[in-house]
T-cell receptor, first 116, second 115 residues
Framework: EAGVAQSPRYKIIEKRQSVAFWCNPI?????LYWYQQILGQGPKLLIQ????????DSQLPKDRFSAERLKGVDSTLKIQPAKLEDSAVYLC??????????????FGPGTRLTVL | AQTVTQSQPEMSVQEAETVTLSCTYD???????LFWYKQPPSRQMILVIR??????QNATENRFSVNFQKAAKSFSLKISDSQLGDAAMYFC????????????FGKGTRLSVIA
């Protein structure tokens, strides 16, 4: 079974530029998560999708971050314009979407973003 | 809001020895799950072990076991017979059982294994 795929693995941009990350979840997984992991910290949820609908985006800085999940499969996360503090690893995870804590989340390898 | 605290930024262990990583959490809920995830340098988060709060028996997965103290809100991970491949960041995480909720992570503990 193929895992969660993410691209690119690394991205370096200058502040005020825009950037986009892509995630392909495990086939059949209804729930998709984007986490931000700043160096030295644990991942923090940015947005959660259930199929193509947003479940939770309360911690997404909506003035600069946007995300979509067209057709309930792949997802893209965009930052425009980027700030220095956006430097982090962006992790995508997916799960079957069962309404219980036993619903295991599987993570992708992440995209390391450096903003100069 | 739930919080997860890992008070040990770094730990080290000799190969073949046992090490315990600490985790405490804060919640007002009674039904939840706790997890330990491993994150090697490749950055891919891997589920190590999971504990259901309503189960008194501590979870075990091969060389990995937990000490779950619900009243104390403590959830430590014990790694027995440590191997070089165990070297990684370890994250403790909490998840409510009420609905399809995300994980809440601690800041992590970096484990080094000395040959």
């Amino acid at each position: 079974e193929a895992g969660v795929a993410q691209s690119p693995r690394y991205k370096i941009i200058e502040k005020r530029q825009s950037v986009a990350f892509w995630c392909n979840p495990i086939s059949g997984h209804a729930t998709l998560y984007w986490y931000q992991q700043i160096l030295g910290q644990g991942p923090k949820l940015l947005i959660q999708f259930q199929n193509n609908g947003v479940v939770d985006d309360s911690q997404l800085p909506k003035d600069r971050f946007s995300a979509e999940r067209l057709k309930g499969v792949d997802s893209t996360l965009k930052i425009q314009p980027a700030k220095l503090e956006d430097s982090a690893v962006y992790l995508c995870a997916s799960s079957l979407g069962a309404n219980r804590g036993t619903d295991t989340q599987y993570f992708g390898p992440g995209t390391r973003l450096t903003v100069l | 809001a739930q919080t997860v605290t890992q008070s040990q930024p770094e730990m080290s262990v000799q190969e073949a020895e046992t090490v315990t990583l600490s985790c405490t959490y804060d919640t007002s809920e009674s039904d939840y799950y706790l997890f330990w995830y491993k994150q090697p340098p490749s950055r891919q988060m891997i589920l190590v072990i999971r504990q259901e709060a309503y189960k008194q028996q501590n979870a075990t997965e091969n060389r990995f076991s937990v000490n779950f103290q619900k009243a104390a809100k403590s959830f430590s991970l014990k790694i027995s017979d440590s191997q070089l491949g165990d070297a990684a960041m370890y994250f403790c995480a909490y998840r409510s059982n009420s609905g399809n909720t995300p994980l809440v992570f601690g800041k992590g503990t970096r484990l080094s294994v000395i040959a």
